[in-house]
């Protein structure tokens, strides 16, 4: 009876190992050995070169490039959604009237369409017909070219970024405020918290760590694999000023057909990734979590 109470509970495991095996473990492992490798699409056998995709990286210019855009995305964009998450949250929270409405508002960009979103942003940051500059040219105020001009399109990018994620924070912020019990603020308050602010920074706050953890955690991996934009809006231009890891990657390997160096891109992506999980579970993890 034992032995098939085992065999039961592999049976009905099996389908799950068999998917994780064929659609995460096996790729993995193949872009992994690919890393080391010469391999160019329609070329076959590919080369064992060892470390020479990753000393080209080293030296190439463009990785270079890609690799200090990516890193300015996430340091605009990651902070900035945490933190507007966070006041859309509080503000929902406290308001009598219309949360649903503004939940749904601020929620919208979530769970639209990255093309059509893209297409819109096209049009209102249009140099000449866009709306954008069309209200700065009101103002008496010269519009740039924002996402053909080399010195603005990464900040536009990461304004569209913000924009995203702003909404799914919120979503996340409003879930842990929930969780606080509102007995603790009255207490707070009877206790001497008389300002919106003390009861915020001495209750709401501190409870909030393990959700602004995750949310963290979530907003920087989510920063780091940006594409959508990028691949829609500017393909890496002008001049290379907005391309990220992964486009570089894409363009590496569907482009040039170079699909042992774009591994060994995105195998460096993924130890970026792993080094974030790391920076949550073994640093940040112990200073949100009590007892």
Known sequence: MR???HLAGWLLTLPAAIAFVALLLLPTLAAVTLAFTDYELGAWPPAWIGFDNF???WTDRGFGQSFRNTVLY???????SVLGGLGLALLIESAARGRMFFRAVFFLPVVSLTVAMASAWQYLLHPTIGPVNALLGG????GPAWLSSSDTVLLSLAFIGVWEAVGFNMVL????????????????????????WDRFRLVTWPLLGPTTLFVVTISLIRSVRVFDTVAVLTRGGPNRASETLLYTMYTEGFTFLRLGYSAAITLVF??????????????????VHYG
């Open 55 to 57: 000393r080209e990286m």
């Open 139 to 142: 103002l008496g105020l010269g």
């Open 270 to 287: 993924l130890v970026i990734v792993l080094g974030l999980m790391l920076l949550q579970t073994r640093v940040l993890d112990r200073r």
């Open 173 to 196: 912020f409003m879930a842990g405020l929930t969780a606080i019990p509102k007995e603790l603020r009255e207490a707070a308050a009877v206790d001497g918290a008389r300002t919106a």
């Open 3 to 5: 032995r098939g109470e």
């Open 74 to 80: 996430v340091a605009i964009v990651a902070p900035a």
